[in-house]
């Protein structure tokens, strides 16, 4: 939806302004063209505001909406060419906790392109402070981590274990903050971040990002290749008696060993 209403919104704007004002400056309606664009989805979106607080975290149509402009953003903004193996390990229904590396701010937006069930993610506390963008995010039912508070992020915890119980998949970036962004390896990760899985007796999904570090040098100028690596499942049974800096290890291991090379080697050479 959102990709379409742009590209409608584009050329109509394009052909009247080139029409209007000349073909001459067609460069400039191209760019002004492209901004219009742009606003036309927020207010499309913004519309659906009244629904998205009304329907429930894991209403089909919110899922779509998500997905929608996460392909959007991907392909016209942020312009990510994402391709991913293993997606029949992702379950259709299920407690489920997603854990993958992060090595960008695009992350979140490449899984949303080819995660096939609803899905929330775990903000910064700092973006809920945002009008409008707050209640969006709270009608998703989204983890928000407050790294300077973390008797309030327990609390949030508390919250998003029933999120889970309730059959929405939340997806943890477990190192914490993005770095390393050229590092292949994991080489640390928060175990306080598997006390969800743990606490909701959900099952575990690992996920590798690899071409993640190309695309801050290359946004929005240059595509970049982006591969998410989809592990079997890992299930609650097989974890219950361990402890979350355990888990912690094991899933590091995981995403460590799940390392395309051939992949790695194709998206630095783009």
Do not use: C
Request: aromatic share 12%; charged share 20%.
């Amino acid at each position: 939806m959102a990709t379409t209403v742009f590209v409608i919104t584009y050329l109509i704007s394009l052909i009247f302004l080139s029409v209007t004002f000349g073909y001459l400056y067609i460069p400039i309606w191209l760019i002004a063209s492209y901004a219009i664009g742009f606003i036309a989805v927020i207010i499309v979106y913004l519309t659906h505001f009244p629904i998205v607080l009304i329907l429930s975290s894991t209403h089909p149509y919110k899922a779509y909406l998500m997905k929608s402009i996460a392909k959007f953003m991907n392909h016209l903004v942020i312009r990510l060419k994402v391709s991913v193996s293993g997606l029949e390990n992702i379950p259709s229904t299920g407690k489920l906790v997603v854990y993958a590396n992060h090595k960008a701010y695009s992350d979140a937006f490449a899984l949303l392109e080819v995660f096939n069930r609803p899905i929330t993610f775990t903000p910064k506390k700092s973006v809920l402070s945002v009008p409008i963008l707050r209640q969006w995010l709270r009608a998703y039912d989204v983890f928000p981590i407050n790294r300077k508070n973390h008797r309030e992020t327990a609390g949030d915890l508390e919250h998003a274990v029933l999120t889970v119980k309730n059959g929405l998949a939340i997806s943890i970036f477990p190192e914490g903050n993005i770095k390393y962004r050229h590092e292949q390896k994991v080489t640390e990760m928060k175990s306080g971040a598997f006390k969800l899985a743990l606490k909701a007796e959900a099952d575990i999904l690992v996920i590798r990002f690899d071409g993640n570090h190309l695309t801050k040098k290359r946004t929005p100028f240059k595509s970049t290749p982006r591969h998410l690596t989809i592990l079997p499942v890992y299930p609650y049974e097989s974890f219950k008696t361990k402890s979350s800096s355990e888990i912690s290890a094991e899933v590091m291991k995981m995403i460590n060993d799940a390392e395309n090379k051939d992949i790695v080697l194709k998206t630095n050479r783009l």
